[in-house]
């Protein structure tokens, strides 16, 4: 499988070399636009997880009855994403749906990266620069 990171930094180049072996270049670009869904999910979901992360460290400033609530809340959100995390991881699934944006993105990245690993599987390698181009002969 090629690199995720060579096909984002020269996606000339990859075009170019499996333009030889007769993949289309949009094929290149379907794991582009992929890659680029999986990491805008990824960006948004980090995103959430800091403004919880923030949330919970001014739980303290509270007054007690309202500290009580929003520590409830936290930890159930972050009991939400860890079931969401191990069904994903288990059966491949989607959760069910949930009003959680973080478990939501969760399941959304999960579901990017498996796109964007498919159609990475499905690019054969650059060919090695000794390799003749043109048909192959068949006896």
Known sequence: MLDIKLIREHPDLVKAELGKRGVEAAEVERVLVADQRRRKIQAELDQLRAERK???????????????????????????EAKAASLIEDHGESAPATRSPIVQAAIDLAAAERDTESLALMLPNIPR??????????D
């Open 54 to 80: 923030r949330r919970s460290k001014e739980v303290g400033k509270l007054p007690p009855q309202e500290r009580e609530a929003a520590i409830a809340q936290i930890r159930q959100e972050e009991a939400d």
């Open 129 to 138: 620069p000794y390799v003749l181009v043109g048909a192959s002969e068949a």
